[in-house]
C-alpha cells in the first residue's frame, strides 16, 4: 500500500478540491457554513452538480456511467468532500440500489433505472427491516404474491431513512415460505411510492426530527418486471449491498474532519470561556479518539485496496462499521462535553438562514451537539447493529 | 412516609404521556402538579420548622430526587427548592423570607438561581457580572446563561462581583432580582431533556438594599453549599433514571424476540445488562455515602459529593447508551420513554461539574 501521492494523484486531489470550492452551490455551503439543515432540493442540487461534473458515479464503473476512479482516488474523492464540509451522498441511490441493479438487475433494469440515479432524478429509500425483523433481518414477512404479470405485496417496512421525500422503495420482501432456509424465499423488489396502497408515517427519533418513517404496504401491485435478478435470490443481493453500506458508515473522512474542527475549537476562546486546550483531561481523550481515528483511517485504504484488487468487501467491512461508529459517537461526545452547559438548550429555529448568527444561543452550533450525539446513536443501530457485526466477525473472519 | 407518597404520585399521576404533555406546554411543567406538591408539602421539605418547613436534610433531598429521576419529572424542584431555596435558606432575613421564601413554599413563586455565565463553565467563583453601589440603589450588569427555570421565575437570585477580579471567590454578592424588574431580559427555550432555561441579559438592572442575601461579599460558600447540594439531588435523581433504564431493558430484552429467542438469552447482552446492574448498585452505594457524609457534615462531604458525581458521570452515560442500543430503534425513538430517560441522564452529567470536573477534585 503506497501512502504517498503520485503527481498525477495529487492533480487529481488539486482538482477536486477547485471543485469542492467552486462548484457547491452558493446556498448550500452557506446552510452548511451555519449549520442550517438542508432541505431534499439541496441534496439534489448538489448531486446534480455532481453529474454535470460526472463524479455522481464515483463508485461505479464506467460502463454504467459511473467514473472507474482508482480506490486512491475514491479516497480522495471522499477526503476531499468532508474537508470542503460538503452535503453528504444520500446513500441509497448512488450506494446501494445503483450497484445491486448494474451487477444483479436486467438489461431492461438498468436502462430505465441506473440514469435516473446518477443524475439524482429519482429518490431513493431502503425497505429492510420490520417491526419485528431488525438485527434478524431473515425473519422479514412482508409478502410478494405473484399474480399473473404483479406481486402483491403487503406488510411494514420500518426506520425508513427519508422515505418522506423518496419516490422509490427498494425491497426485501418474502416470496416463498416454502423453503428449507428462510432467506432462500427473500426477494428484492422495486417499489414505486406513488403505487396506490403505500402510506409512509412519521417517526420522530430521539432528537426531535422527522427523519425516518414508517412504510405500509396494502394490497399493493408491483409489476413483475420490478423483481430484480431471480426470484427467492434477495438475501444474496441485498447482502452484497449491506456490505457496501457498512462500507460506506465508517465515515472517517467526516469524523476526521469534525474531529480536526473541534481541536481548533478548543484552541479558542468559546464564548470568552477560557480555551479547552488548556484542560488537559479534554485533550487526552481528543487525542486518544485521534488515534483510533487514524488507525482506521488505515484500516480502511486496506479495505479499500482489497477492493480494488477485484475483491468484494468482505467480512472486514463489518470492523469498519463497527470501529466507524464507534469513533463517530465519539467525537459527538466530546462535542457534547466541549458544550457543557450549553448542550442542553434546544434551540433548532435559530438555525436558519434568516436568524441572526449572533442572536444565538451557544456560540456557533454548539448547542447542535448533543441533537448529533442523540442522533447518531441510531450509528451503532443501523446497517447492522454492532453487535451483528461482531457476529458476523466472529463467525466468519474468526471461524468460531 | 416521603418516599412512599412520591412513589404513588408518580405511579398513578404522572405517566410518561402526561410528563411529554406538561414538558411540551409553554410553561415546561404542570402548574397543578406543582401546586399538588406544595399541598402534599414537598416544597416545604428541606426548610426549617421556624420556617414551616419539615426539617428535611440531604437524605431526605436524597430519596425524593431519586424518585423524580424514576418518574421523569419536569417540574423545577431542583431550581426551585434545591437551588434559589437553597440561597434563601441559608440567607434571607425574616423580611426576605416573608417576601420570597413563604411563596416559594407554598407553591405561589417561582424562582431561579442563576449559577452560570457563558464564560464559567464549572467555576463558580467565575463571575463577571458586576453591582456596583449607586446612590441609593445596587446597579447590576452582566449577562447570566443556561438559568434552569428562567424564564418562569419570579424571582432571580443573581450572584454578583461586588469586588475582586473575575475569578476570585471573595467579592461575590447575591441580590434577588425580580423577573420581570426593568433592564432584565430574558431568552426563554426548553432544554433537550424536556426542562426549561434561560440566557438573562442584566442591564443596569437597580434594586435596593434589602435585594441583598447575606453577607456583602461573602456569597461564594453559600453558592458552593447550595451547588453542592444540587449535585448531590441531580445524582440521586440520576440514580433513579439509571435504574429505570436498567430494569426497562432487562425486561425488554424478556419480551423483544430475534432468531426466534428473545434477545435476553444472548450471553453477550447479559453480560452487558449485569454491567448495567452493577453500575447501578455501585452508584446507589456512593449515593447513600454522599447523603449520609452531607447530613453529618463529616471531614469527607465534599469528597462524597464529587465521587457520586464521577460515578454517575462516567456510568450513568454508559447505562443510558446500553438502555438505547439493545432497545435498538426503538432506543432512538421520541415515543418511546427511554429516550427522554437518557437525554436527562445526558444533561445531569454536564450540570455543576463533568466526570473529569469532578475526578480532578478527587485526585487534588
Given at each position: 500500500?503506497?501512502?504517498?501521492?503520485?503527481?498525477?494523484?495529487?492533480?487529481?486531489?488539486?482538482?477536486?478540491?477547485?471543485?469542492?470550492?467552486?462548484?457547491?452551490?452558493?446556498?448550500?455551503?452557506?446552510?452548511?457554513?451555519?449549520?442550517?439543515p438542508?432541505?431534499?432540493?439541496?441534496?439534489?442540487?448538489?448531486?446534480?452538480?455532481?453529474?454535470?461534473?460526472?463524479?455522481?458515479?464515483?463508485?461505479?464503473?464506467?460502463e454504467?456511467?459511473?467514473?472507474?476512479?482508482?480506490?486512491?482516488?475514491?479516497?480522495?474523492?471522499?477526503v476531499?468532500?468532508?474537508?470542503?464540509?460538503?452535503?453528504?451522498?444520500?446513500?441509497?441511490?448512488?450506494?446501494?440500489?445503483?450497484?445491486?441493479?448494474?451487477?444483479?438487475?436486467?438489461?431492461?433494469?438498468?436502462?430505465?433505472?441506473?440514469?435516473?440515479?446518477?443524475?439524482?432524478?429519482?429518490?431513493?429509500?431502503?425497505?429492510?427491516?420490520?417491526?419485528?425483523?431488525?438485527?434478524?433481518?431473515?425473519?422479514?414477512?412482508?409478502?410478494?404474491e405473484?399474480a399473473?404479470?404483479?406481486?402483491?405485496?403487503?406488510?411494514?417496512?420500518?426506520?425508513?431513512?427519508?422515505?418522506?421525500?423518496?419516490?422509490?422503495?427498494?425491497?426485501?420482501?418474502?416470496?416463498?415460505?416454502?423453503?428449507?432456509?428462510?432467506?432462500?424465499?427473500i426477494?428484492?423488489?422495486?417499489?414505486?411510492?406513488?403505487?396506490?396502497?403505500?402510506?409512509?408515517?412519521?417517526?420522530?427519533?430521539?432528537?426531535?426530527?422527522?427523519?425516518?418513517?414508517?412504510?405500509?404496504?396494502?394490497?399493493?401491485?408491483?409489476?413483475?418486471?420490478?423483481?430484480?435478478?431471480?426470484?427467492?435470490?434477495?438475501?444474496?443481493?441485498?447482502?452484497?449491498?449491506?456490505?457496501?453500506?457498512?462500507?460506506?458508515?465508517?465515515?472517517?473522512?467526516?469524523?476526521?474532519?469534525?474531529?480536526?474542527?473541534?481541536?481548533?475549537?478548543?484552541?479558542?476562546?468559546?464564548?470568552?470561556?477560557?480555551?479547552?486546550?488548556?484542560?488537559?483531561?479534554?485533550?487526552?481523550?481528543?487525542?486518544?479518539?485521534?488515534?483510533?481515528?487514524?488507525?482506521?483511517?488505515?484500516?480502511e485504504?486496506?479495505?479499500?485496496?482489497?477492493?480494488?484488487?477485484?475483491?468484494?468487501?468482505?467480512?472486514?467491512?463489518?470492523?469498519?462499521?463497527?470501529?466507524?461508529?464507534?469513533?463517530?459517537?465519539?467525537?459527538?461526545?466530546?462535542?457534547?462535553?466541549?458544550?457543557?452547559?450549553?448542550?442542553?438548550?434546544?434551540?433548532?429555529?435559530?438555525?436558519?438562514?434568516?436568524?441572526?448568527?449572533?442572536?444565538?444561543?451557544?456560540?456557533?452550533?454548539?448547542?447542535?451537539?448533543?441533537?448529533?450525539?442523540?442522533?447518531?446513536?441510531?450509528?451503532?443501530?443501523?446497517?447492522?447493529?454492532?453487535?451483528?457485526?461482531?457476529?458476523?466477525?466472529?463467525?466468519?473472519?474468526?471461524?468460531? | 412516609?416521603?418516599?412512599?407518597?412520591?412513589?404513588?404520585?408518580?405511579?398513578?399521576?404522572?405517566?410518561?404521556?402526561?410528563?411529554?404533555?406538561?414538558?411540551?406546554?409553554?410553561?415546561?411543567?404542570?402548574?397543578?402538579?406543582?401546586?399538588?406538591?406544595?399541598?402534599?408539602?414537598?416544597?416545604?421539605?428541606?426548610?426549617?420548622?421556624?420556617?414551616?418547613?419539615?426539617?428535611?436534610?440531604?437524605?431526605?433531598?436524597?430519596?425524593?430526587?431519586?424518585?423524580?429521576?424514576?418518574?421523569?419529572?419536569?417540574?423545577?424542584?431542583?431550581?426551585?427548592?434545591?437551588?434559589?431555596?437553597?440561597?434563601?435558606?441559608?440567607?434571607?432575613?425574616?423580611?426576605?423570607?416573608?417576601?420570597w421564601?413563604?411563596?416559594?413554599?407554598?407553591?405561589?413563586?417561582?424562582?431561579?438561581?442563576?449559577?452560570?455565565?457563558?464564560?464559567?463553565?464549572?467555576?463558580?467563583?467565575?463571575?463577571?457580572?458586576?453591582?456596583?453601589?449607586?446612590?441609593?440603589?445596587?446597579?447590576?450588569?452582566?449577562?447570566?446563561?443556561?438559568?434552569?427555570?428562567?424564564?418562569?421565575?419570579?424571582?432571580?437570585?443573581?450572584?454578583?462581583?461586588?469586588?475582586g477580579?473575575?475569578?476570585d471567590?471573595?467579592?461575590?454578592?447575591?441580590?434577588?432580582?425580580?423577573?420581570?424588574?426593568?433592564?432584565?431580559?430574558?431568552?426563554?427555550?426548553?432544554?433537550?431533556?424536556?426542562?426549561?432555561?434561560?440566557?438573562?441579559?442584566?442591564?443596569?438592572v437597580?434594586?435596593?438594599?434589602?435585594?441583598?442575601?447575606?453577607?456583602l461579599?461573602?456569597?461564594?460558600?453559600?453558592?458552593?453549599?447550595?451547588?453542592?447540594?444540587?449535585?448531590?439531588?441531580?445524582?440521586?435523581?440520576?440514580?433513579?433514571?439509571?435504574?429505570?433504564?436498567?430494569?426497562?431493558?432487562?425486561?425488554?430484552?424478556k419480551?423483544?424476540?430475534?432468531?426466534?429467542?428473545?434477545?435476553?438469552?444472548?450471553?453477550?447482552?447479559?453480560?452487558?445488562m449485569?454491567?448495567?446492574?452493577?453500575?447501578?448498585?455501585?452508584?446507589?452505594?456512593?449515593?447513600?455515602?454522599?447523603?449520609?457524609?452531607?447530613?453529618?457534615?463529616?471531614?469527607?462531604?465534599?469528597?462524597?459529593?464529587?465521587?457520586?458525581?464521577?460515578?454517575?458521570?462516567?456510568?450513568?452515560?454508559?447505562?443510558?447508551?446500553?438502555?438505547?442500543?439493545?432497545?435498538?430503534?426503538?432506543?432512538?425513538?421520541?415515543?418511546?420513554?427511554?429516550?427522554?430517560?437518557?437525554?436527562?441522564?445526558?444533561?445531569?452529567?454536564?450540570?455543576?461539574g463533568?466526570?473529569?470536573?469532578?475526578?480532578?477534585?478527587?485526585?487534588?
Open positions: 500500500m503506497n501512502i504517498t501521492f503520485t503527481d498525477e494523484e495529487l492533480a487529481f486531489r488539486d482538482e477536486v478540491r477547485t471543485f469542492f470550492r467552486d462548484e457547491i452551490p452558493a446556498g448550500i455551503a452557506q446552510k452548511r457554513r451555519l449549520s442550517v438542508l432541505e431534499p432540493e439541496d441534496f439534489i442540487s448538489f448531486q446534480k452538480a455532481l453529474y454535470r461534473k460526472g463524479w455522481a458515479g464515483f463508485n461505479w464503473p464506467v454504467y456511467g459511473g467514473t472507474g476512479w482508482t480506490t486512491v482516488q475514491k479516497y480522495i474523492f471522499g476531499e468532500m468532508a474537508e470542503a464540509n460538503a452535503p453528504g451522498i444520500i446513500t441509497f441511490g448512488l450506494g446501494m440500489v445503483g450497484p445491486v441493479i448494474y451487477t444483479f438487475g436486467s438489461e431492461e433494469q438498468k436502462q430505465r433505472f441506473l440514469p435516473d440515479i446518477l443524475e439524482s432524478n429519482v429518490w431513493w429509500c431502503q425497505g429492510y427491516s420490520e417491526p419485528g425483523s431488525g438485527s434478524d433481518l431473515a425473519s422479514l414477512k412482508m409478502r410478494a405473484l399473473d404479470d404483479h406481486y402483491v405485496v403487503n406488510g411494514t417496512k420500518t426506520w425508513t431513512t427519508l422515505g418522506q421525500w423518496a419516490d422509490w422503495i427498494f425491497c426485501l420482501v418474502r416470496t416463498s415460505t416454502d423453503v428449507a432456509r428462510r432467506q432462500e424465499g426477494s428484492f423488489l422495486l417499489i414505486d411510492m406513488k403505487t396506490p396502497g403505500v402510506t409512509v408515517t412519521p417517526i420522530i427519533t430521539i432528537e426531535g426530527d422527522h427523519e425516518i418513517n414508517e412504510v405500509h404496504f396494502e394490497n399493493v401491485k408491483v409489476p413483475v418486471e420490478n423483481l430484480v435478478g431471480e426470484e427467492g435470490k434477495g438475501w444474496t443481493y441485498g447482502k452484497v449491498l449491506l456490505q457496501h453500506e457498512r462500507t460506506g458508515t465508517a465515515r472517517v473522512a467526516v469524523t476526521n474532519y469534525r474531529l480536526s474542527k473541534l481541536r481548533q475549537q478548543a484552541a479558542r476562546s468559546v464564548r470568552g470561556a477560557d480555551p479547552l486546550a488548556n484542560d488537559r483531561n479534554f485533550m487526552r481523550k481528543l487525542a486518544a479518539v485521534e488515534v483510533e481515528l487514524k488507525a482506521l483511517e488505515f484500516t485504504l486496506r479495505t479499500l485496496a482489497a477492493v480494488a484488487s477485484g475483491k468484494a468487501p468482505g467480512p472486514e467491512s463489518s470492523i469498519l462499521k463497527l470501529k466507524g461508529t464507534e469513533l463517530q459517537q465519539a467525537v459527538d461526545e466530546l462535542y457534547v462535553e466541549a458544550a457543557g452547559y450549553y448542550a442542553l438548550p434546544y434551540v433548532p429555529s435559530q438555525y436558519a438562514l434568516d436568524f441572526p448568527e449572533n442572536d444565538r444561543v451557544g456560540e456557533g452550533s454548539e448547542t447542535q451537539s448533543s441533537l448529533n450525539y442523540f442522533n447518531f446513536r441510531k450509528a451503532s443501530i443501523y446497517g447492522g447493529s454492532n453487535e451483528i457485526q461482531k457476529n458476523i466477525i466472529a463467525k466468519h473472519v474468526l471461524g468460531l | 412516609m416521603l418516599v412512599e407518597s412520591v412513589e404513588k404520585f408518580i405511579a398513578n399521576d404522572y405517566s410518561f404521556e402526561r410528563r411529554q404533555q406538561y414538558a411540551a406546554s409553554d410553561a415546561g411543567y404542570s402548574p397543578d402538579v406543582w401546586a399538588t406538591f406544595a399541598d402534599l408539602g414537598w416544597t416545604a421539605v428541606p426548610f426549617a420548622e421556624d420556617d414551616g418547613g419539615f426539617d428535611g436534610g440531604p437524605v431526605e433531598l436524597m430519596v425524593m430526587m431519586q424518585q423524580f429521576g424514576r418518574g421523569l419529572i419536569v417540574e423545577p424542584y431542583l431550581a426551585n427548592i434545591v437551588l434559589a431555596g437553597g440561597v434563601l435558606r441559608r440567607t434571607a432575613s425574616d423580611a426576605q423570607k416573608t417576601k421564601l413563604q411563596p416559594l413554599i407554598s407553591g405561589e413563586l417561582q424562582a431561579a438561581l442563576a449559577v452560570t455565565e457563558p464564560q464559567s463553565r464549572y467555576e463558580l467563583a467565575n463571575i463577571e457580572t458586576t453591582a456596583t453601589k449607586g446612590d441609593d440603589a445596587w446597579i447590576i450588569n452582566g449577562r447570566k446563561g443556561v438559568v434552569l427555570n428562567g424564564g418562569n421565575a419570579g424571582l432571580l437570585i443573581i450572584p454578583a462581583r461586588t469586588s477580579l473575575s475569578t471567590r471573595d467579592g461575590i454578592t447575591l441580590f434577588a432580582v425580580g423577573g420581570m424588574a426593568g433592564g432584565v431580559t430574558r431568552k426563554v427555550y426548553p432544554t433537550v431533556d424536556g426542562h426549561q432555561a434561560a440566557e438573562i441579559v442584566l442591564q443596569d437597580h434594586v435596593e438594599s434589602n435585594a441583598v442575601l447575606g453577607t461579599g461573602e456569597a461564594y460558600a453559600v453558592l458552593d453549599a447550595v451547588v453542592d447540594e444540587a449535585t448531590l439531588a441531580v445524582c440521586a435523581e440520576a440514580v433513579g433514571i439509571m435504574q429505570v433504564l436498567t430494569d426497562k431493558t432487562v425486561e425488554y430484552s419480551s423483544r424476540e430475534q432468531f426466534g429467542v428473545p434477545i435476553g438469552s444472548f450471553q453477550a447482552l447479559q453480560h452487558r449485569v454491567d448495567m446492574l452493577t453500575a447501578c448498585e455501585q452508584s446507589y452505594s456512593l449515593l447513600l455515602w454522599a447523603a449520609m457524609a452531607n447530613a453529618d457534615q463529616t471531614g469527607d462531604a465534599k469528597r462524597a459529593i464529587s465521587a457520586i458525581k464521577y460515578q454517575v458521570g462516567t456510568t450513568g452515560k454508559k447505562v443510558g447508551q446500553e438502555a438505547v442500543q439493545i432497545h435498538g430503534g426503538m432506543g432512538v425513538s421520541w415515543d418511546v420513554d427511554i429516550a427522554h430517560y437518557f437525554k436527562r441522564l445526558t444533561t445531569i452529567g454536564q450540570m455543576f463533568n466526570a473529569d470536573w469532578h475526578l480532578d477534585k478527587l485526585a487534588q
